[in-house]
């Protein structure tokens, strides 16, 4: 079993940035990729980021690509959300998330395994 713990969320104005954490504990061993989706106000979860524990392959949305830039130090089996230029449309719960197998798409249907969640809120 792994459980994911979730940091750094947080009120911003537009325009600043937020570091979230997600620290995996348990049968660390057995993950393959980690990443976040999000859901806002009124709005489906979607796919936000990714990344590869082992060769490090990153996998953004249009969305952030080029503001978010994801991260993870294996020691602490840790990773890392670093977000930037935020946007009131960035507002939703941000969701850490772990997969077992390597996968063709990383879809919500996918993930073995679920944080907790940790509220982010962009104001104007």
């Known amino acids: 079993q792994v459980h994911l713990v979730e940091s750094g969320g947080g009120l911003v104005q537009a325009g600043g940035s937020l570091r979230l954490s997600c620290a995996a504990s348990?049968?660390?061993?057995?993950?393959?990729?980690m990443g976040w989706f999000r859901q806002g106000p009124g709005k489906e979860r979607e796919f936000v980021v990714a990344?590869?524990?082992?060769?490090?392959?990153?996998y953004y949305s249009d969305s952030v690509k080029g503001r978010f830039t994801i991260s993870r130090d294996n020691a602490k089996n840790t990773v890392y959300l670093q977000m930037n230029s935020l946007k009131p449309e960035d507002t939703a719960v941000y969701y850490c998330?772990?997969?077992?197998?390597?996968?063709?798409?990383?879809?919500?249907?996918?993930?073995?395994?679920w944080g907790q969640g940790t509220q982010v809120t962009v104001s104007s």
């Open positions: 998330a772990a997969w077992r197998l390597p996968r063709a798409t990383l879809t919500e249907r996918s993930v073995d395994y």
């Open positions: 348990g049968r660390t061993f057995s993950i393959d990729t």
């Open positions: 990344i590869e524990w082992i060769g490090g392959s990153t």
